[in-house]
């Protein structure tokens, strides 16, 4: 199970909606097989594996081993409990059961239908946290929320802001190289990203995953009057853009098609909103990376999953406050010259 943890890892990032699932199959002691789920659309991770073993007739004196409970219905592929039977697998060994509505169990039942030995909950804990954005989705009905930001040694998020630059704002970069490539590893991880007005006014961001061999998430800001120039490169078209707004018609004839207007709701919060339209798109998790405003939003209402936070050893003297946890850091790294905090929201 935990060759089968390692190689799923290989498709974070590509498989969603799907989870990202890792499979071995194991004949007398030896691996003969093994895969991890495709990007969207293609074979799961028992199939890959299947078709990995040379010798079919060794499956029916195999072991297969899988991080999450194998498929039951029809989607853009069919069902993996299906292949496992007609294999004639004997013994199934499962990281966790999938709580996705379509399966719940029902991949557990049609396997001991069919004459399987099943066991399930092997590294139960670790095949969660793996797919801790798919289980978020399908369990609490919203995207998995990462916050991240950095701050100085004395706790600023940012410098007080230049209003006489306004119109070509120099980012101030409290991390260093190597954190900020690692930042574009998480982008090509997670689904969506999004900053507020303030950040988005001050560094101009891209949002896009340059550093780092991978897929661009969604973009999303919230521009409540529409302040946010036209030519920043929020719109410039080269990711999907969601723009949460008071004035839903001021842009929308003059921008890229992927760029959308939604009205902000002033019956719920916007924390709230985020996750209700994410969860109606099928997102299943963002990275929120600022400002301070926006974090702390999240934070107040508890709608956070994890943080990571770059600690640097540039000292700012004066600023703007970095948000505040309440949870200590339950684990920490060297992340070239700076310090990467990592917290849990265990509520």
Known sequence: MKRCL????????NTFPNP??????????????????SKAGGPHAEV??????????????ATLYVTLEPCSHHGKTPPCAD???????????IGTLDSNKEVSGRGVKQLIEHGCDVT???LEEECRWLNRRFFCFHEKKRPYIILKWAESVDGYIAPQPDTRNSENPKPVWLSGKTSRQLVHKWRSEEQAILVGTGTAMADNPALNTRDWFG??????????????????RLFDGKAPTLVFT?????????LPSNVEFIPLNKNITFPQQVCATLFERNIQSIIIEGGAVTLSSFIKEGLWDEARVFRSDVMLEAGIKAPSLQPQAYASQHSGNDRLLFFRNEH
Do not use: F, W
């Open 6 to 13: 390692e190689i799923a890892k290989n498709g974070l990032g």
């Open 48 to 61: 890959n594996a299947i078709s990995a073993v040379k010798d079919a007739s060794l499956l029916r004196k």
């Open 20 to 37: 990202s699932v890792g499979c071995v199959i194991v004949h007398n002691g030896s691996i003969i097989g093994e895969g991890y789920t």
């Open 120 to 122: 399930i909950g092997v």
């Open 246 to 254: 008071e004035d839903v018609k001021r842009h929308s004839q003059s």
């Open 83 to 93: 292949l496992i039977t007609a294999m004639e697998i004997p013994r199934v060994v």
């Open 215 to 232: 897929n661009s998430p969604v973009r999303i800001v919230i521009d409540k009057t529409g302040n946010i120039p036209l030519n920043y």
